[in-house]
């Protein structure tokens, strides 16, 4: 990974918390993943695939109330993770595209900031 950006740096603009969330790529058949944390801007995910910084791809988001939606998302930045566990990448996904219902499920959630 050439393009990956210290863990000291945060750029986030919006609160996270931790929250039992899950994800896969969407429409595919693959097993969910717990999302590491969630706020209103992206969600920080493990994954085992490498992933290029500046990809989009959709996302199917599972919610604690057991709904699921689709949001897209960009990779903003990728870490390995040394030793590869709990997979052997960290990576920040920012939501570029998100249902109104789904970001006032996500607001409820995480709250706003305010």
């Not at 039992?20 to 058949?29: G, N, S």
């Not at 390995?80 to 998100?98: C, E, H, S, W």
Request: aromatic content about 8%; overall charge negative.
């Amino acid at each position: 990974m050439e393009q990956v950006t210290d863990s000291t740096d945060d750029r986030r603009k919006f609160p996270r918390l931790n929250v039992p969330l899950y994800f896969r790529p969407a429409r595919r058949r693959l097993p969910r993943r717990q999302v590491v944390d969630v706020g209103l801007g992206g969600i920080r995910v493990y994954s085992d695939e490498a992933l290029s910084i500046g990809a989009r791809f959709e996302i199917e988001l599972f919610l604690p109330d057991h709904s699921s939606l689709n949001c897209l998302t960009e990779v903003m930045w990728v870490r390995a993770i040394p030793g590869g566990d709990p997979a052997a990448y960290d990576i920040g996904l920012q939501f570029l595209d998100v249902p109104s219902e789904a970001l006032d499920q996500l607001r409820a959630l995480v709250g706003d900031g305010s």
